[in-house]
């Protein structure tokens, strides 16, 4: 079964330094999107991406925030300068495009943690 | 209020008991609604999706009440690998397909 996969696994970094998330969707997919999970707290939804252009983001993704669809298989989430309360798990998912389908495929996610 | 809103329990029965979800959520014009699970520090699955006539899936029964806004899982016969945090999900109003997701209901199912 297709699935959506995430490297790395787990990013350890200084506060202020640049990070890039990485994300391979499902391969027929064309919606992507980014969440995030603060320890012990619910899913957050950060950014929708569609055509190559972002289509919807939330107050958190701030200018600190981009993201990119670099060639035909990579999604990816950088955040320029990291803060301490950027620490949490991100993760990607993808939908497809027929009608009807609503379900989104997560990634594993990424561990961030901002020391 | 917040836009989906869940009893985060937790909630500790013993196996084979018949244990119920609820949640809300306070957009009326909201379409699709979901439930996924996730286990401790893993990505969030789809269990189900819900629709307004209820559908079941095995042990599995999902109910939706547009009118009240109110959404609800049931779980029967649990097992012990159905211990997991329950989230509730619904499709925002805009068309970008975002998920806005409740904070979850833990379930320990016990020996």
């Known amino acids: 079964e297709p699935e959506v996969t995430q490297t790395p696994s787990h990013q350890v970094t200084q506060m202020g330094q640049e990070v890039i998330l990485r994300c391979v969707p499902i391969?027929?997919?064309?919606?992507f999107y980014w969440y995030r999970q603060i320890l012990g707290q619910k899913v957050e939804f950060l950014v929708s991406?569609?055509?190559?252009?972002?289509?919807?983001k939330s107050e958190i993704f701030d200018d600190q925030f981009s993201v990119e669809r670099p060639d035909g298989s990579n999604f990816t989430l950088k955040i320029r300068s990291t803060k301490l309360e950027d620490s949490a798990m991100y993760f990607c998912?993808?939908?497809?495009?027929?009608?009807?389908?609503?379900?989104?495929?997560f990634g594993p996610g990424t561990r961030l943690t901002v020391l | 209020r917040k836009e989906v809103e869940q009893d985060p329990g937790p909630f500790n029965v013993p196996e084979g008991a018949t244990v119920a979800f609820n949640c809300t959520y306070s957009?009326?014009?909201?379409?699709?609604f979901f439930w996924y699970r996730q286990d401790c520090r893993k990505e969030p699955k789809l269990l189900m999706s819900?629709?307004?006539s209820g559908n079941e899936d095995g042990r599995f029964t999902a109910q939706l009440n547009r009118a009240s806004q109110y959404i609800s899982l049931l779980i029967r016969d649990s097992k012990l690998s159905d211990s997991a945090t329950y989230l509730c999900v619904v499709k925002g109003s805009s068309n970008t397909g975002k998920l806005i997701f409740g904070q979850g209901t833990t379930l320990q199912v016990k020996p």
């Open positions: 998912a993808s939908r497809g495009t027929r009608i009807g389908t609503d379900t989104q495929y």
């Open positions: 391969s027929n997919h064309l919606y």
């Open positions: 957009n009326s014009a909201s379409q699709s």
């Open positions: 819900v629709y307004s």
């Open positions: 991406f569609y055509n190559n252009e972002i289509s919807e």
